[in-house]
């Protein structure tokens, strides 16, 4: 419960303060291509539950690839889209999946359906908690598209090495997470999104 009532002040605090900026971002991306503003897609929540997750659009809605699969300059991405991922921003209306209880700040990324499928035994406690806008996993690969970026495979790459640690990491963290360390989570999150930023300047 205390987690619940921290994330909903702590996102409707978010959406405050973030609100001239989302203004900014939402002209942006209506300057740079066509669509919609928002990215909404289906994702595996708690309990196995799907919801929508909502994101900033930051592809081009005419591409031709379902890959689920981002790499490093991916030609499907917009102009603005580019600095958008590289920030994390994108992820910002994910305030809203917190305000209405799809979403913690902290746990694991939600998986498109066919991943969660993957999580076997204990793997799947993983879905008794509410995924995350961060974890530990997403803080260890902040540079995932990169990493994709040089191997000869990335698909096998993600499925075989990528996945199965996060999964490992997600497990741990349903083991021992405590409020602490989703304070410890957000504020490491925030350093790694801030240097982030000043490097694209």
């Known amino acids: 419960m205390v987690k619940i009532i921290f994330d909903f002040l702590l996102a409707l605090f978010g ?15 209506k300057l740079d291509s066509k669509g919609s503003v928002f990215f ?3 994702r595996v929540g708690l309990d196995g539950k799907f ?3 909502i994101k900033f659009r930051t592809m081009n809605v005419n591409q031709n690839s ?23 921003i994108d992820e910002l209306p994910e305030l809203f999946n917190i305000l209405i209880g799809d979403m913690s700040f902290v746990g694991p990324r939600p998986d498109v359906s066919g ?23 997403s803080l260890k690969y902040s540079n995932e598209e990169v990493l994709l970026s040089k191997v000869v495979d990335p698909i096998s790459y993600n499925n075989n ?17 405590n409020i602490w360390i989703d304070i410890k989570v957000i504020f490491a999150t925030l350093y790694l999104l801030l240097q982030s930023i000043f490097k694209n300047k």
């Open 115 to 137: 991943y969660a499928d993957l999580l076997k035994g204990e793997n799947r406690n993983i879905l008794k908690l509410r995924p995350g806008i961060t974890s530990h996993a």
């Open 51 to 53: 919801f929508k997750i």
């Open 161 to 177: 090495t990528i996945y199965p640690d996060k999964v490992r990491m997600n497990l741990n963290y349903y083991k021992n997470h």
């Open 66 to 88: 379902n890959s689920t699969i981002t790499l490093k300059d991916d030609p499907r991405i917009t102009r603005i889209g580019k600095y958008l991922r590289k920030s994390k």
């Open 40 to 42: 909404m897609q289906s």
């Open 15 to 29: 959406v405050i303060l973030f609100a001239p900026i989302f203004l900014v971002i939402i002209f942006l991306i």
